[in-house]
Nanobody, 116 residues
Framework: QVQLVESGGGLVQPGGSLRLSCAASKSIRIYTLAWHRQAPGKQRDLVASITSNRSTTYSDSVKGRFTISRDNAKNTVYLQMNSVKPEDTAVYYC???????????WGQGTQVTVSS
């Protein structure tokens, strides 16, 4: 099972940008990868996903502002966050699902706080 480690979270002002990274412990070529987030008192929701053939999906709340990408050579998935809003404040979790076995893995999460 792949191990995932997120980085890049922190405090950012409204309208600013942040890039999250998620490093995997082994090859991610045959994984669907995704970012989820969970705000205090709320359920964990899907933010964006990218398949092994690089097809992407986004939640309506981040469409046009966030971009998910993957670098298979570096075993890393990214989330570029632009024009952030206070409502983007949450713990962001990296997620991976194996294409064949359907086994799922989660990272430990990284806090993103959008505030002036």
């Amino acid at each position: 099972q792949v191990q995932l480690v997120e980085s890049g979270g922190g405090l950012v002002q409204p309208g600013g940008s942040l890039r999250l990274s998620c490093a995997a412990s082994k090859s991610i070529r045959i994984y669907t990868l995704a970012w989820h987030r969970q705000a205090p008192g709320k359920q964990r929701d899907l933010v964006a996903s990218i398949t092994s053939n690089r097809s992407t999906t986004y939640s309506d709340s981040v469409k046009g502002r966030f971009t998910i990408s993957r670098d298979n050579a570096k075993n890393t998935v990214y989330l570029q966050m632009n024009s952030v809003k206070p409502e983007d404040t949450a713990v962001y979790y990296c997620y991976a699902k194996h294409l064949w076995t359907r086994l799922e893995s989660w990272g430990q999460g990284t806090q993103v706080t959008v505030s002036s």
